[in-house]
Nanobody
Framework: QVHVVESGGGFVQAGGSLRLSCAASGSDLIIESMGWYRQAPGKQRELVAS??????DYADSVKGRFTISEDGAKNTVYLQMNSLKPEDTAHYYC??????????????WGQGTQVTVSS
């Protein structure tokens, strides 16, 4: 029903930059929020950044380095990642929360994109 596709991951050296993109597609989408999560081996999935009705949240570990932006007309969210550190290495997932006709919301996840930062 709703497809979420991420892109932009890759392999970079510490101090480099990447920009992740996430596009949500479907019929008559009403999006409540979009955000980015990441999961490294042996760790739980954690919030990186999210945007909900203009309200933006960042993990403390990425504040000042990452910037989330959203194009509502295109149902697309971006994550600009600057000054990357090896500890940013993880699989990054896009999360999209959409409103249903039932008046409730449902979460959709992309399959993720790998970000690897070398020392």
């Amino acid at each position: 029903q709703v497809h979420v596709v991420e892109s932009g991951g890759g392999f970079v050296q510490a101090g480099g930059s990447l920009r992740l993109s996430c596009a949500a597609s479907g019929s008559d989408l009403i999006i409540e929020s979009m955000g980015w999560y990441r999961q490294a081996p042996g760790k739980q999935r954690e919030l990186v950044a999210s945007a909900r009705r203009g309200a933006i949240d960042y993990a403390d570990s990425v504040k000042g380095r990452f910037t989330i932006s959203e194009d509502g007309a295109k149902n697309t969210v971006y994550l600009q990642m600057n000054s990357l550190k090896p500890e940013d290495t993880a699989h990054y997932y896009c999360n999209v929360v959409v409103w249903l006709l039932t008046g409730t919301t449902q979460n959709y996840w992309g399959q993720g994109t790998q970000v690897t930062v070398s020392s």
